[in-house]
């Protein structure tokens, strides 16, 4: 496909087709940030996704944060259609609140016998982060972060290993997860089957899962748009494969409150 331009995308999400929007949300919708506790969506991304909401025919949010965590910074309404995928797709939100994926029940105590072990390790600078079905391993703030990050990553994979789960790597992190075959793509294919026009707007090597998510439905018949969004730790291949490439999470909203606007 050659390379959209703003407009394009506006023009497929307002278009006549079923159409989805899919949004990751550190380093997209929320700058990243060296405390990862302290993200929060840059003005006008919720007020603009809950507006979406209530006009296409799926809007949801797909990121390696919790389901709760997004909950807690998007306010799903009541009776609304707004998304949120947690966990890359291990979990999300429901009425009733998190919902995980049945088949990552049985990994809990898995997942928390290898943080007490992550923990033991002692790496320096090391912040590790329990997500009860998953793990991830920060130094974003590491006094060292190339040493603290080798040894991480090291660790990672010999954890992994010895409990049967597999990594993931990220910005300045790497996660352990289940070996379900679960992740962004799997959320974005099974939600946009039903559709005729997709759209994902991502910054991360995770995200490279669900383009190829738009691939196929592209091939099955499916309008997409891959939306990369740049930043200094944005991967070259996810920037290259992108449609359009957005300046940042700033040009994201941007998006988001235009397409609103333009739906209204």
């Known amino acids: 496909m050659p390379a959209l331009l703003f407009d394009d995308v506006l023009q497929l999400l307002s278009g006549p087709l079923p159409t989805g929007l899919f949004s990751d949300f550190d380093g997209t919708l929320s700058p990243i940030v060296p405390d990862p506790a302290s993200a929060r969506p840059l003005p006008g991304a919720v007020e603009a996704l809950h507006r979406l909401a209530a006009r296409l025919e799926e809007v949801a949010v797909v990121s390696g944060r919790p389901a709760g965590f997004l909950a807690d910074r998007f306010a799903p309404r009541q009776g609304e259609h707004l998304q949120l995928f947690g966990l890359h797709g291990l979990e999300r939100w429901g009425p009733g609140g998190v919902e995980p994926v049945e088949a990552a029940r049985p990994f809990v105590a898995v997942v928390e016998r290898v943080r007490i072990q992550a923990l033991e390790a002692g790496v320096p600078g090391l912040v590790v982060e329990d997500k009860v ?68 707007l991502g910054d991360d090597r995770g995200d490279l899962r669900a383009f190829d998510a738009l691939d196929a439905l592209e091939r099955d018949g499916a309008e997409v748009a891959r939306l990369g969004v740049a930043g200094a730790e944005a991967p070259k291949e996810l920037l290259e494969r992108a449609d359009l490439v957005l300046s940042g999470p700033a040009e994201s909203v941007a998006l988001l409150e235009a397409l609103a606007g333009r739906l209204a």
């Not at 991830?136 to 990050?149: I, N, Q, S, V, Y």
Request: charged letters at 25%.
């Open 133 to 200: 079905l998953s793990l991830t391993l920060h130094w974003r703030r590491a006094r060292d972060p190339e040493a603290t990050g080798a040894a991480a990553s090291a660790l990672a994979a010999e954890l992994a290993a010895g409990a049967g789960l597999e990594i993931r790597p990220g910005k300045a992190s790497v996660e352990i997860v289940p070996p379900l075959g679960i992740d962004k793509g799997t959320v974005v294919r099974q939600r946009g089957r039903r559709l005729g026009a997709v759209v994902f």
